[in-house]
């Protein structure tokens, strides 16, 4: 299927907005990615905690900062400053985002309970601090433009971006704490150094963008009315379950992956060069994927994605021992994955689009904190099936040496279970149709503003 017609809203972004704009999810990743690598394996294998324990842990938080998204959308929306709506929260949450991720890797040695307690309080707390700074980074690429083509393009650099700093926390990390002495403290300072930079990042991504996207309608919304909106919206809900069932799968290929390495490969520090070989491929795939968007839309790029992907995980099974088999799927899996990260993001603000042209209502903050929402679901349902399986297969992080049930337990995570959540995804990727849509729409929607543009004259 080529989309038509899309030259209903066209705009030209400059290159310093599109790479400021890219640069904060840079700055997220040194936190996100570390989440998503080394966060299980920081708790059971460094501080010792039981990875069913962590799981559960990890699926608690993620589900009760799921609420918190929801309002920090409204209030998002609510916001009325010399800055805009989403620009000055990036500023006010960059230092207290630095400083609580530091914190999570200052477990004290105390009581195993003692150390429950604080993981809980800590973990909380930045996820706090993560959704304060998320969900207005994200809204801004519906206020920067309504461009459905320069959204994209914004996403692509950010896409792009993000992977440079999972690169940076992968190959740095594990380097950074043994030079600061390999043990606990270590990674408390590596973080400190990450955090620094982040905070840098930050500041720029505030200097560099610009809200100019306005509502149709520029009186303040009830919270109930809203939500009512939001209920009529069948694509936000269709986005945002895709982004529940992708970000699981995204959360256990890199949970599993270290100790894929580790156990199956026989060498922990191969993290590095299997997520080397699994984003290069993304990276390059960034740079042809902006005209395959606008050619058959990303819908339809991303179910091509998740079939590459799949092919790429089979090809796994081949020698799930060899590292040249497993190289070779990881960059089959990386190309697929550039036409999803490519688009993920940006399928959001097209149902904010799609909500004013349905409702009359925009509220941009609340929209985008389903993407927030579903990822951080996603991400705590994953991390805690990643845990949950580890233990059900009997790992222990004190052994060198696993059971066989162990074993094939962290090949079930880094294999099979992939390969479902893919499937799963394709399913409700056919049921997305916004991208044929959207150009009628947004003629609709610029009707319906030069009407009232004329009224008020």
């Known amino acids: 299927m080529k989309v038509q017609d899309k030259d209903v809203f066209k705009e030209n972004l400059k290159f310093s907005e599109k790479f400021g704009y890219g640069c904060g999810d840079l700055a997220i990743n040194f936190t996100w990615a570390s989440l998503g690598m080394f966060v299980v394996y920081f708790y059971t294998d460094v501080v010792g905690m039981s990875a069913a324990i962590i799981g559960t842990i990890m699926l608690f938080s993620r589900c009760l900062d799921g609420v918190l998204d929801v309002m920090m959308g409204t209030i998002v929306d609510k916001t009325n400053s010399k800055y805009g709506k989403a620009r000055p929260w990036i500023l006010w949450g960059s230092i207290p985002f630095v400083v609580l991720t530091v914190s999570i890797f200052m477990v004290p040695n105390i009581s195993t309970f003692g150390k429950i307690v604080y993981i809980v309080i800590s973990y909380n707390l930045l996820m706090i601090a993560f959704t304060a700074i998320a969900i207005p980074y994200g809204t801004l690429n519906s206020l920067v433009t309504q461009d459905q083509h320069q959204r994209e393009v914004l996403n692509l650099f950010r896409m792009f971006l993000a ?89 256990i290929n890199q949970g599993s992956t270290v100790y894929y390495a580790k156990y199956l490969l026989g060498n922990s520090s191969l993290v590095g060069g ?172 610029q009707l319906r503003k030069s009407k009232m543009s004329a009224e008020n004259n």
Not at 223 to 240: E, V
Not at 367 to 396: D, E, M, R
């Open 163 to 251: 992977q440079i700093g999972v690169l940076i926390v992968t190959n740095l990390t594990m380097p950074l704490v043994n030079l600061f002495g390999g043990k606990q403290p270590g990674w408390a300072l590596t973080y400190s150094v990450l955090g620094v930079v982040s905070l840098l990042l930050f500041v720029y991504v505030f200097k560099t963008q610009k809200e100019r996207v306005k509502p149709i309608k520029k009186e303040k919304i009830p919270l109930k009315i809203s939500l009512k909106a939001l209920c009529q919206n069948k694509y936000w809900f269709i986005a945002t379950i895709f982004f529940i069932v992708y970000s699981i799968g995204y959360a």
């Open 274 to 445: 299997l997520t080397i070989a699994y984003l290069a491929p993304v990276l390059v795939g960034f740079l042809m994927i902006s005209k395959v968007y606008d050619k058959y839309g990303k819908r339809n790029a991303m179910i091509i994605g998740s079939i590459i992907s799949i092919v790429g995980y089979l090809i796994t099974i081949i020698n799930p021992y060899s590292l040249t088999i497993v190289m070779v799927s990881q960059i089959v899996k990386g190309f697929g994955q550039a036409f999803l990260l490519g688009g993920v993001w940006a399928l959001f603000p097209d149902t904010i689009e799609y909500g004013e042209w349905k409702t009359g209502i925009r509220n941009e903050g609340l929209l985008y904190s389903g993407g927030s929402l579903g990822q951080k679901l996603g991400i705590g349902f994953g991390t805690a099936i990643t845990g949950w399986i580890l233990a059900w297969g009997g790992y222990n992080g004190a052994q060198a040496v696993q059971a066989t049930s162990a074993v094939l337990s962290i090949k079930a995570l880094f294999i099979h279970v992939p390969i479902i959540i893919y499937v799963a995804q394709i399913i409700l990727l056919l049921c997305y149709g916004l991208d044929k849509e959207y150009p009628r729409i947004m003629k609709d929607l």
